[in-house]
Nanobody, 121 residues
Framework: QVQLAESGGGLVQPGGSLRLSCAAS????????MGWYRQAPGKQRELVAV???????SYADSVRGRFTVSRDNAKNTVYLQMTSLIPEDAAVYYC???????????????WGQGTLVTVSS
């Protein structure tokens, strides 16, 4: 089965930058989409950014222009470069991927365990 391993969360001051990474591992799978969601305390999980196989990316309005999502297909890895961070960006960030697995044959959504991003002075 496909598993996701995230890294890069931590404490950053307002206006600062942080880069999250997420690598997919497993056997016999093909990634369709890969990206990031986040969940702040008391709020629902929301889409941050997602990157498709053709390289196109979609962003939440609240992060567009500040965050950049990218993929390294050879490494099955997705990155989230976050700049100009504000306190409202503080949340647990979850890596997400939609994959096709060959054994057994199926589509599946896979979530990472989450990485905490704190924005505070």
């Amino acid at each position: 089965q496909v598993q996701l391993a995230e890294s890069g969360g931590g404490l950053v001051q307002p206006g600062g930058s942080l880069r999250l990474s997420c690598a997919a591992s497993g056997s016999s799978f093909r990634i369709n989409r890969m990206g990031w969601y986040r969940q702040a305390p008391g709020k629902q999980r929301e889409l941050v950014a997602v990157c498709t196989n053709d390289g196109s990316a979609s962003y939440a309005d609240s992060v567009r222009g500040r965050f950049t999502v990218s993929r390294d297909n050879a490494k099955n890895t997705v990155y989230l470069q976050m700049t100009s961070l504000i306190p409202e960006d503080a949340a647990v960030y979850y890596c997400y991927t939609h994959v096709f697995e060959y054994a057994p044959t199926r589509f599946r959504e896979v979530w990472g365990q989450g990485t905490l991003v704190t924005v505070s002075s």
